[in-house]
């Protein structure tokens, strides 16, 4: 008999803390330094749970569905309307967003993946959603669902454990203000690669004097550390090792040894398909960032890449990264 599925209720947060330990635990066996627990997981769990089942402001919409089966829950979906970034044109509204916090017991009966990932869907849509996206933890059950649902990969997070230490490598330097103009050029030619490879990341018309403004901002952050390489008036690339942010992670894990890199852009990136100079220049970005997280104590870090951004990827998983989540797309 199928389960029934339905919005979450408070009265479900006991049995839904226990589904999403059990979905951090999975997790945390496939990369335990990734996807470490916190040391009070479930009351992590509990408070996020009645926070987005109990508070009036919040600061973005979510929706959490569970499916029920001989009075027991047997399965959780969560999804949000995920707000568009400022630099991006956002013309079909906020994509509706699954969350990897989403677990399928093994009593559930078959069929519940798909019913929740259905009920999800169709939910999303209501709320306005034109665009719908689904992010995975690579190794976890959901893959496949999402793929018979006709999800196809968007962005890729490769991630990697054990960063190195070291010198500062020759040619890269921490950023000024003297670069933020030579920032901002770099980003758009990036702006321009992702849009090629996808109409999603259609460019907003003012992304320049926004990303500007968000950049002079971040340098004056305690919290990251941004580097770039070549003179101030022809420079080269950029990239900035922050704090990863409970988007990244969800609540059961800890974040505090988890760094981030979503903003990184080097000529020899430029073409998609294939590495300039054998990718030398945006190597040592990569290699400035992983040596500024090690020094901060943070002993693991994922990139943020477009899945179609082949030459990037080749970079990246060429410096020991491996894709740990994904984020797919369905229109």
Request: glycine content about 8%.
């Amino acid at each position: 008999m199928p389960p029934t599925i339905r919005p979450a209720r408070v009265q479900d947060i006991p049995q839904l803390v226990e589904l999403l330990l059990a979905d951090a635990c999975e997790r945390r066996d496939l990369d335990a330094a990734l996807w470490a627990l916190a040391e009070d997981a479930a009351a992590q769990i509990e408070r996020a749970l009645t926070f987005a089942l109990t508070a009036e402001a919040q600061p973005f919409r979510q929706f959490w569905l569970v499916a029920e089966a001989s009075e027991a829950l047997v399965g959780v979906i969560h999804a949000m309307a995920l707000p568009v970034p400022p630099i991006y044109a956002g013309a079909s509204g906020e994509p509706g967003l699954i969350l990897p916090d989403s677990f399928v017991s093994p009593e559930a009966p078959d069929g519940t993946t798909e019913a929740l990932v259905a009920a999800a869907e169709e939910l999303l849509r209501k709320d306005g959603a034109r665009i719908l996206l689904s992010s995975f933890v690579t190794g976890a059950n959901w893959q496949e669902a999402f793929a018979r649902a006709g999800y196809q990969p968007l962005t890729l997070y490769l991630s990697r454990t054990g960063l190195s230490g070291g010198e500062q490598p020759r040619g890269v330097r921490p950023a000024t203000e003297d670069d933020l103009p030579g920032i901002v050029q770099r980003s758009d030619e990036h702006r321009e690669v992702l849009f090629g490879i996808d109409p999603f990341w259609a460019v907003h018309p003012e992304a320049d004097s926004r990303f500007g403004a968000w950049m002079r901002r971040s340098l004056a952050l305690t919290d990251r550390d941004m580097f770039v390489s070549g003179p101030a008036e022809s420079l080269e690339g950029y990239i900035i090792a922050q704090p990863a942010s409970r988007l990244h992670l969800p609540p059961a894990h800890d974040i505090a040894g988890v760094g981030v890199i979503d903003d990184f852009h080097h000529l020899d990136l430029t073409d998609p398909a294939e590495l300039a100079n054998g990718g030398a220049g945006a190597a040592a970005l990569l290699q400035a960032a992983e040596a500024a997280f090690h020094a901060r104590g943070t002993g693991t870090a994922f990139v943020v890449c477009p899945a179609g951004w082949r030459s990037k990827v080749q970079l990246l998983e060429e410096a020991g990264f491996t894709t740990a989540m994904v984020w797919s797309i369905k229109r």
